[in-house]
């Protein structure tokens, strides 16, 4: 697996993890206005090496930074997906939950720097992200609601069976035995090839029916 490290969306140098946050700040290439927003990181729960850096408008919604989420990383089949903001749950779509709140609140309502969240794509796969404030950012009044800053690069696998660069999952197989396949290797793959999945740059790879 490759040392995490990413690509700023806007002047497109790369950076390692830890230094894109820094880096965001003073890019050249980000036009600094008077429209506050909040820099937002997010990575996922069980693989930090999937990572972004998003800016969203206080006035966007939660289920602004859900849409964008699923767009990015996370969409298969429709599934139900939470928030969870200190100790709240916020779903989106109909819900049986009484004190799970809507994702139609204000992003400036319950967003502040320095605050820690947790999202939840899917109850029976579930995909998790960790998400943080990091700071604000000023910008440049735009349409945009949430707008990407930075994206890790793609994560490199080995074939399990044979070292060479992996490009597919096997879906079928545990954790306790995962498959990172090679082309040539999953052609012979003893579960199928109907069961493989492509390696996407996502923490859902390999999960449901995800392909990117």
């Not at 090496?49 to 767009?71: C, I, N, T």
């Not at 319950?110 to 990091?134: A, I, M, N, Q, W």
């Amino acid at each position: 697996m490759n040392t995490s490290r990413g690509v700023c969306v806007l002047c497109k140098g790369e950076f390692p993890k830890n230094g894109m946050t820094k880096h965001i700040a003073k890019c050249p290439q980000r036009k600094s206005g008077n429209e506050s927003r909040f820099h937002i990181v997010v990575q996922g729960l069980y693989l930090p090496q999937y990572w972004l850096h998003v800016e969203a408008k206080p006035m966007a919604r939660l289920s602004d930074l859900d849409g964008f989420l699923r767009d990015i990383w996370l969409e298969c089949c429709g599934h139900m997906s939470s928030f969870e903001i200190e100790g709240q749950e916020y779903m989106c779509g109909q819900t049986f939950d009484s004190d799970a709140e809507s994702m139609k609140v204000l992003l400036g309502r319950v967003l502040s720097p320095g605050l820690k969240f947790r999202h939840t794509y899917d109850f029976g796969t579930s995909t998790e992200l960790d998400l943080r404030v990091v700071g604000e950012l000023l910008a440049v009044p735009g349409k945009e609601k949430i707008r990407l800053l930075a994206r890790n690069l793609a994560v490199c696998f080995e074939c399990s069976e044979c070292g060479k660069a992996a490009a597919q999952l096997c879906s079928q197989c545990s954790c306790e035995r995962e498959a990172w396949l090679c082309d040539a290797c999953g052609s012979k793959h003893e579960c199928g090839e109907e069961m493989l999945l492509p390696i996407v740059n996502s923490p859902r790879v390999g999960q449901c029916g995800y392909t990117g």
